[in-house]
C-alpha cells in the first residue's frame, strides 16, 4: 500500500524567497506523481505531473524532480509571493502496478509574507 | 472546456436522509474518480471507473455508499442512509489516461453536512 508524507507540515517565509518542499512516497513502481495545490475551501488545481520517464518538470517558476529509487519529490517555488500561499499536496498512485487511483500526503500549509 | 462539474456544491441534510451527489467529468476523460476529504484523514480514494466501468471500489467505506457511471459524462455517488460521520468534502476527478500518462483535474467539491 502506497503511503506519501510531505515535509514540513507548514512554511511561513517573506516574499521573494526561493522554496523547497518535500514529498516521500513508499512504494516506487509508481509510473507518475502529481502535485497540486489547494486555496482554503477550494478544489485542488493541478501543478505539474511528472512521468516515471522524466527526472523533473517545470511550469513558470515552479519546477518539479522525481527520483524514484529514493522515492522522493521535490517542488521548487522561486521567487514566491503572497499569492502563493495555499496548501501544496502531493500525489503518487497506488501500488499493485496499473493502479490509477492517489494517495494523497497531508500537504505543506505555504504562508508567504508580503 | 468547462472542467469538471458537480453538484450540488453544499448539501445539509439529517441523519437517515439519502444524499445524491453528481458529476460531469471534462469532455474526453476516460476515466473518473470520487475522492473525500476530512480534517482527519485527509483526501482518500472512494473509487474509480474506467470506460464507465467501476474498477476499483476498495475505499468505499460501508455499504451504504453506491457510485454509478451510466454514461461518460456522468457519474453519482449516492449514501444512503447517510450519517453525521459522512459529513466531509467529496470530489470528483477525471482524466485521460493513455499508458503511463494520467493527470487528474479535480471538481469544485460538494461540502455535505449531515446533522
Do not use: Y
Given at each position: 500500500k502506497q503511503e506519501v508524507t510531505q515535509i514540513p507540515a507548514a512554511l511561513s517565509v517573506p516574499e521573494g524567497e526561493n522554496l523547497v518542499l518535500n514529498c516521500s512516497f513508499t512504494d516506487s513502481a509508481i509510473y507518475n506523481l502529481q502535485w497540486f495545490r489547494q486555496d482554503p475551501g477550494k478544489g485542488l488545481t493541478s501543478l505539474l505531473l511528472i512521468q516515471s520517464s522524466q527526472r523533473e518538470q517545470t511550469s513558470g517558476r515552479l519546477n518539479a524532480s522525481l527520483d524514484k529509487s529514493s522515492g522522493r519529490s521535490t517542488l521548487y517555488i522561486a521567487a514566491?509571493?503572497?499569492?502563493?500561499?495555499a496548501t501544496y499536496l502531493c500525489a503518487a498512485p497506488y501500488s499493485?502496478?496499473?493502479?490509477?487511483g492517489l494517495t494523497f500526503g497531508k500537504g505543506t500549509h505555504l504562508i508567504i509574507q508580503p | 472546456d468547462a472542467g469538471v462539474i458537480q453538484s450540488p456544491r453544499h448539501e445539509v441534510t439529517e441523519m437517515g436522509q439519502e444524499v445524491t451527489l453528481r458529476c460531469k467529468p471534462i469532455s474526453g476523460h476516460n476515466s473518473l474518480f470520487w475522492y473525500r476529504q476530512t480534517m482527519m484523514r485527509g483526501l482518500e480514494l472512494l473509487i474509480y471507473f474506467n470506460n464507465n466501468v467501476p474498477?476499483?471500489?476498495?475505499?468505499?467505506?460501508?455499504?451504504r455508499f453506491s457510485a454509478k457511471m451510466p454514461n461518460a459524462s456522468f457519474s453519482t455517488l449516492k449514501i444512503q442512509?447517510?450519517?453525521?460521520?459522512?459529513?466531509a468534502v467529496y470530489f470528483c476527478a477525471s482524466s485521460f489516461r493513455q499508458g503511463g500518462y494520467n493527470e487528474q483535474f479535480f471538481g469544485p467539491g460538494t461540502r455535505l453536512t449531515v446533522l
Open positions: 514566491s509571493q503572497p499569492g502563493d500561499s499493485g502496478g496499473g493502479a490509477d | 474498477i476499483d471500489d476498495s475505499g468505499m467505506p460501508e455499504d442512509p447517510s450519517e453525521p460521520r459522512d459529513s
